[in-house]
């Protein structure tokens, strides 16, 4: 299986940057999409945005849309969270997942589909 590990959280003021990773291990040579999710406190997981397969399309939420940049490293097996223009809404813990190859669909982000995760990171802004 594969292993996620996110890192880069942290607490900045509204307005600040931070940059997210995720680094995969493991069996990564299959056809992986792989998302970010947050979930804030008292809220459900919502998805944040996907690269899909070989990294050629991506689709954020309209909340991210803008302030959020996700790009994909294959050779590195990582995928990053380039976030801009932080709010205190964007406050939530980060997850990092892959999407087995199995699924093809598109937006919005099936949680089901998504059977890898990492433990999270947390961002706050305040």
């Known amino acids: 299986h594969v292993q996620l590990v996110e890192s880069g959280g942290g607490s900045v003021q509204a307005g600040g940057s931070l940059r997210l990773s995720c680094t995969a291990s493991?069996?990564?040579?299959?056809?992986?999409?792989m998302a970010w999710f947050r979930q804030a406190p008292g809220k459900e997981r919502e998805g944040v945005v996907v690269?899909?397969?070989?990294?050629?399309?991506?689709d954020y939420a309209d909340s991210v849309r803008g302030r959020f940049t996700a790009s994909r490293d294959n050779a590195k097996n990582t995928l990053y969270l380039h976030m801009n223009n932080l709010k205190p809404e964007d406050t939530a813990m980060y997850y990092c997942a892959l999407r087995h190859p199995k699924y093809g669909g598109y937006w919005p982000l099936v949680e089901y589909e998504y059977t890898e995760w990492g433990q999270g990171t947390q961002v706050t802004v305040s």
């Open positions: 690269i899909y397969t070989g990294g050629g399309t991506t």
């Open positions: 493991g069996d990564t040579d299959g056809p992986y999409s």
